[in-house]
């Protein structure tokens, strides 16, 4: 995985060098079509259950149930109605929707969360692993710079 803050502030120069020359509405239309690449490739990532850097993610919790074991994680958030993509002017934002939200953010922070209740109707609360579900890598940055020098070749 790349260096976060130095990778960033590269990739945003160079973006915001590129696209100084391009109309908002052009600009809001590369943003959804690199987005929706973005989200291609996370989703994909979680549906395999790989973080960004390609590390494996932390198995789920055995609990001696035999159909768990057998149950993948994240069986509804790998799906694109889950995930909700915000272009802009100025970039783009991905960010699960609705309950996904609450769900996801406990995994991806590695939160305390509630599970649900005992036979007693005492709250049952756990701490998730960090299991980090939204990210890129370098792929992800060669597929964006390639999408968006493929759109500015059509200027």
């Known amino acids: 995985m790349i260096d976060a803050g130095r ?7 160079f973006f915001d060098d590129m696209l100084a020359d391009i109309s ?3 600009r809001r239309l590369v943003a959804r079509k690199i987005g929706q690449q973005l989200r291609r490739s996370n989703l994909a990532r979680i549906a ?6 390609g590390g494996a993610m ?6 001696g149930d035999k159909r ?4 993948k994680m994240f069986r509804r958030l790998r799906y694109a109605r889950h995930m909700t993509i915000k272009p802009s002017n100025e970039g783009v934002e991905l960010r699960f929707r609705g309950g996904s ?3 996801s953010s406990d995994h ?5 969360s509630y599970v649900g209740k005992t036979k007693a109707g005492d709250t049952i609360r756990t701490r998730y692993p960090r299991r980090q579900l939204l990210g890129f ?13 493929a759109w500015l070749d059509r200027d």
Request: proline share 6%; glycine share 8%; net charge neutral.
């Open 108 to 112: 991806h922070f590695g939160r305390n």
């Open 48 to 53: 395999a259950n790989e973080e960004p850097d």
């Open 58 to 63: 932390e198995p789920r919790k055995d609990r």
């Open 24 to 26: 908002p509405a052009r």
């Open 7 to 13: 990778g960033l502030d590269d990739l945003g120069r």
């Open 101 to 103: 939200n609450r769900i």
């Open 68 to 71: 768990l074991r057998r149950r």
């Open 137 to 149: 890598n370098n792929d992800d940055i060669d597929g964006m710079t390639d999408k968006l020098l």
